[in-house]
């Protein structure tokens, strides 16, 4: 079965900085999709970023980008000039094919004034 | 542009009280998802359907069941509702079809407290 580790439990940082969320995950299977969730207080549930795991190059989406190392199967997540509504918490999230999407327990992250 | 509508947003229900928490999205998606949501925790798939008629047990489905009788709706009810379920349930679909993007969409989540 596959498995996805946020080992992040919680992160804080100023406003403006550069901050990285780690995950990892489990899996034999060589097509798939990465996905990074973020879940503000109001707990509504907004895609951030998605990567398909047979393009090399690493997405990005304004100040989010993402540094995916298929072979040690790592998926970080980069903000650059971190902004106070960037306070969430951020899910890691692995699918592959059709198959269910399964969530990583999630980094809480704060950015600070 | 709805996308996927949850009701009710809060319920307080009494043990041993059912319920269901009604879910439709407007999008044309063949797969739709059930998942709860436990305090600081990632999201626990319930069930989850690959079309109208079909249905199947995601992680955690005892205690719950669903039907999916039209494309649009796929309802999950609570039987004799405990403690244990109380959670933040989300419904989510997807379409996967020739082109599929893989992700998710999701409903705002529905905060259900058993007493």
């Known amino acids: 079965a596959q498995t996805v580790t946020q080992s992040q439990p919680e992160m804080s940082v100023q406003e403006a900085e550069t901050v990285t969320l780690s995950c990892t995950y489990d899996?034999?299977?060589?097509?798939?999709?990465l996905f990074w969730y973020k879940q503000p207080p109001s707990r509504q549930m907004i895609l951030v970023i998605r990567?398909?795991?047979?393009?090399?190059q690493n997405a990005t989406e304004n100040r989010f980008s993402v540094n995916f190392q298929k072979a040690a199967k790592s998926f970080s997540l980069k903000i650059s000039d971190s902004q106070l509504g960037d306070t969430a918490m951020y899910f890691c999230a692995f699918r592959q094919g059709a198959q269910k999407l399964v969530f990583g327990q999630g980094t809480r992250l704060t950015i600070n004034p | 542009n709805a996308g996927v509508t949850q009701t009710p947003k809060f319920r307080i229900l009494k043990i041993g009280q059912s319920m269901t928490l009604q879910c439709t999205q407007d999008m044309n998606h063949n797969y739709m998802y059930w998942y709860r949501q436990d305090p600081g925790m990632g999201l626990k798939l319930i069930y989850y359907s690959v079309g109208a008629g079909i249905t199947d047990k995601g992680e955690v489905p005892n205690g719950y069941n669903v039907s999916r009788s039209t494309t649009e709706d796929f309802p999950l009810r609570l039987e004799l509702a405990a403690p244990s379920q109380t959670s933040v349930y989300f419904c989510a679909s997807s379409y996967l079809g020739q082109v599929p993007t893989g992700e998710l969409f999701f409903g705002e989540g529905s905060r259900l407290t058993v007493l």
């Open positions: 899996t034999s299977e060589s097509n798939y999709y």
């Open positions: 990567q398909e795991a047979y393009k090399q």
